[in-house]
C-alpha cells in the first residue's frame, strides 16, 4: 500500500493542525494500522511513531529491533532503543510544531477515534504542545469509500432488502400451513440467503417477535428463541457485504405484522419512527445539495426530536445511526448525539445508517433502518429503496 503523505498534509492543513502525529503500541490504534497499510502479519511489540507535518518531510521514528512493520514507508527515519532515545526523538521531530492532531477525544467523548494512551498525549504536553483530536482528519483515511466500493454496496442493500422480504414470504407460508416456525428457524434461512447470494456477515441476523423485539440486541439462539405466532410484530435487522474483499456491509431493519391489519396504536408509533427517519436523511439531502455542511449530532437531533415530539423521546435508547465501512461499525461519524456528542462532519464517499426506534419493556420494539450514501459529487442516495414506509401485514397481502 502507497501512504499518500501529500493528501494527508491537505487535510493537516484544512483542519488547521500544524502537524500530525500517528502513533501506535500492539495495535493499540488499530485506525494507524489502517491508514499506514501496515500488514496484520507483522510481530509488532515496540512503540513507533510517523510524525505527518503540515508543510514538509514526514518522518517515522521506530524501535532498532522492529524496523519491518513500517519498511515499505520510503520516509526519513529515526531510530531508538533506550527510552530516553523515544523520548528524545519525538521531542526533536515535533519541536517545530505547536497544534499536534492525534487519535484521542478530549473526554473520551469521541471513543471511536481515542485510541492513543494518556501517557503520550502527557508527553506531548510535556514539550509544549496542544495535542487535539484526529477526528476529522482520521475519517478522511479510513471512512472514506471508493466508488466501487459504494457501487457494491448498492448492490448488496438491494440483495439484503430482498432476503428480508423472502424470510417475512416464508413466516406467512408457515403460519398459513399450519407449520411451526421460529424466530431461529427464520434467523437460519436468512444466513442460507447469504450463503446462497455469496453475502457474508459479522453476526447473526435479530429476528425478534413483540417483547424481543423491546430488546435492541436480541439474538434467537437454538436454545433460546420464540415461536413466532399470528397477530405478532417480527422485526427483522439483517446486516451482510459481498465476500470479495474490500466490500463494504449493507444493513436493513424492517418490521412486519403476521394479521391481516396492523393495531392502530402501534402503526401510529411506528409512523412516528419513520417520520423521524425521513427527517434525518431530508436534513442530509438538503444539507448536501446547498454545499453546506452537516454534523453526526445534527442529523441525530433531526431525528431525535420528530420522536420527542410525538412523547416517545423517552423510548428512544440509542443514537439515530452509525457509519459503514468495510466493517459494519465503521470508524467515521456517527449519527449521535445521545450516547456521544459526534462534532465530525459528514463528507462524500461515506456510508452510515440511520435507524430509530423506540422500545416498551418486555411488551413491544420497533426500528426502521436504511443506509445511507453520500457519493464523491455528494449526491446523496438510499440503496435500499423503496423505504418501508408502515408495517407490512403479512396475510393483508394478496
Known amino acids: 500500500m502507497r501512504v499518500d503523505f501529500t493528501k494527508m498534509q491537505e487535510a493537516i492543513r484544512s483542519y488547521g493542525a500544524d502537524a500530525w502525529a500517528i502513533y501506535d503500541f500492539r495495535k493499540t490504534n488499530d ?64 519541536a517545530p510544531f505547536k497544534k499536534i492532531a492525534m487519535e484521542y477525544s478530549p473526554n473520551n467523548a469521541i471513543p471511536v477515534v481515542s485510541k492513543v494512551d ?10 509544549g504542545h496542544d495535542v487535539v483530536s484526529s477526528g476529522d482528519i482520521v475519517q478522511k483515511f479510513t471512512a472514506v469509500l471508493s466508488e466501487e466500493q459504494l457501487a457494491g454496496a ?45 453475502l457474508v456477515t459479522e453476526a447473526f441476523p435479530i429476528v425478534a417477535i413483540g417483547p424481543n423485539a423491546s430488546k435492541p440486541h436480541y439474538e434467537p439462539t437454538i436454545s433460546d428463541s420464540s415461536e413466532i405466532d399470528m397477530n405478532q410484530i417480527v422485526l427483522i435487522d439483517a446486516w451482510a457485504k459481498n465476500k470479495a474483499p474490500g466490500s463494504v456491509y449493507a444493513d436493513l431493519t424492517w418490521v412486519a405484522y403476521t394479521g391481516r391489519e396492523v393495531p392502530d396504536d402501534v402503526e401510529h408509533t411506528f409512523r412516528l419512527i419513520v417520520n423521524g427517519r425521513d427527517a434525518a436523511t431530508d436534513l442530509v439531502k438538503d444539507r448536501f445539495k446547498e454545499n453546506k455542511p452537516v454534523y453526526g449530532y445534527e442529523v441525530d437531533d433531526a431525528c431525535r426530536s420528530v420522536i420527542e415530539a410525538g412523547s416517545m423521546g423517552s423510548n428512544y435508547i440509542h443514537r439515530t445511526g452509525h457509519n459503514i465501512t468495510t466493517e459494519i461499525h465503521g470508524p467515521g461519524a456517527n449519527m449521535d448525539n445521545f450516547e456521544t456528542h459526534d462534532t465530525r462532519q459528514i463528507i462524500p464517499g461515506m456510508s452510515f445508517s440511520i435507524e430509530p426506534g423506540v422500545y416498551i ?5 420497533l426500528r426502521t433502518e436504511i443506509g445511507i450514501i453520500v457519493h464523491p459529487d455528494g449526491s446523496v442516495s438510499v440503496p435500499s429503496s423503496p423505504v418501508q414506509k408502515s408495517i407490512i401485514p403479512l396475510f393483508g397481502i394478496e
Open 118 to 127: 494518556a501517557g503520550i498525549v502527557e508527553l506531548l504536553r510535556m514539550f
Open 361 to 365: 419493556d418486555n411488551v413491544l420494539g
Open 154 to 198: 448498492e448492490v448488496s442493500a438491494g440483495l439484503v432488502r430482498d432476503i428480508i422480504h423472502s424470510a417475512f414470504e416464508l413466516i406467512r407460508k408457515k403460519l398459513t400451513d399450519g407449520d411451526r416456525v421460529t424466530e431461529y428457524d427464520v434467523q437460519r434461512f436468512i444466513l442460507n440467503e447469504f450463503e446462497r447470494h455469496e
Open 31 to 94: 485506525l494507524a494500522w489502517s491508514m499506514l497499510g501496515v500488514s496484520n502479519d507483522h510481530h509488532c511489540t515496540r512503540r513507533w511513531m510517523v510524525v505527518v507535518p503540515a508543510h514538509g518531510k514526514p518522518h517515522k521514528i521506530v524501535h532498532k529491533m522492529e524496523q519491518d512493520p513500517l519498511n515499505h514507508i520510503k520516509i526519513d527515519e529515526t531510530l531508538y532503543a533506550r527510552h530516553e532515545e523515544w523520548e528524545n526523538a519525538i521531542r526533536e521531530l515535533t
